[in-house]
T-cell receptor
Framework: GAVVSQHPSRVICKSGTSVKIECRSL??????MFWYRQFPKQSLMLMAT?????????EQGVEKDKFLINHASLTLSTLTVTSAHPEDSSFYIC???????????????FGPGTRLTVL | GDSVTQMEGPVTLSEEAFLTINCTYT??????LFWYVQYPGEGLQLLLK?????DKGSNKGFEATYRKETTSFHLEKGSVQVSDSAVYFC???????????FGKGTLLTVNP
């Protein structure tokens, strides 16, 4: 079964509004969570890395005031797209790094993604 | 910077055909290499990995060998099934920060 969930799976919003996407690790504590953006027929682009209780580290070219990341607990990270515009429409994917019980290995698990459409 | 180049799709095969998806990388050090698979409507799943030169990763009939001399990590499967239809991503990690660099993905469709 899924070990990382994302909510919502799809969201459509009007230009200028803010949208929050949640990423949860299920059954394990994530030491680090990552947020990616995927354009059609393009690879996943890392946006930021977040560790619980500290500020996120953003990749070059990613606006930190535009994409707010909060890693509130070891099982939850949120990405808020502020004042969304049509060019923010994309597929956003999170991943969580941790040790899943019973595996004994430190692995990165991916969420199913969130399709954001800004009208 | 680090980069991953994989063959562009889509790739369409008949069931039981042989599959190769090429992947080459550019990295300054000695990265770990991965293949991820994304089935329709699902998140990425780790398919296999290799952490050093000449290592062979294998899973579910898929194999890939870490070739340092050709900086390649080609994915192969001897006999594909309809259930293998998915998007396949080649990726690397450099160092211990767990930041993945992905290729663009290759869509594989297997017809009965």
């Amino acid at each position: 079964g899924a070990v990382v969930s994302q909510h919502p799976s799809r969201v459509i919003c009007k230009s200028g509004t803010s949208v929050k996407i949640e990423c949860r690790s299920l059954d394990f504590q994530a030491t680090t969570m990552f947020w990616y953006r995927q354009f059609p027929k393009q690879s996943l682009m890392l946006m930021a890395t977040s560790n619980e209780g500290s500020k996120a580290t953003y990749e070059q070219g990613v606006e930190k005031d535009k994409f707010l990341i909060n890693h509130a607990s070891l099982t939850l990270s949120t990405l808020t797209v502020t004042s969304a515009h049509p060019e923010d429409s994309s597929f956003y994917i999170c991943s969580a790094r941790g040790v899943l019980q019973g595996t004994g290995t430190d692995t990165q698990y991916f969420g199913p993604g969130t399709r954001l459409t800004v009208l | 910077g680090d980069s991953v180049t994989q063959m562009e799709g889509p790739v369409t095969l008949s069931e039981e055909a042989f599959l190769t998806i090429n992947c080459t990388y550019t990295a300054t050090g000695y990265p770990s290499l991965f293949w991820y698979v994304q089935y329709p409507g699902e998140g990425l799943q780790l398919l296999l990995k290799a952490t050093k030169a000449d290592d062979k990763g294998s899973n579910k009939g898929f194999e890939a060998t870490y070739r340092k001399e050709t900086t390649s990590f080609h994915l192969e499967k001897g006999s594909v099934q309809v259930s293998d239809s998915a998007v396949y991503f080649c990726a690397l990690i450099q160092g211990s920060n767990y930041k993945l660099t992905f290729g663009k993905g290759t869509l594989l469709t297997v017809n009965p």
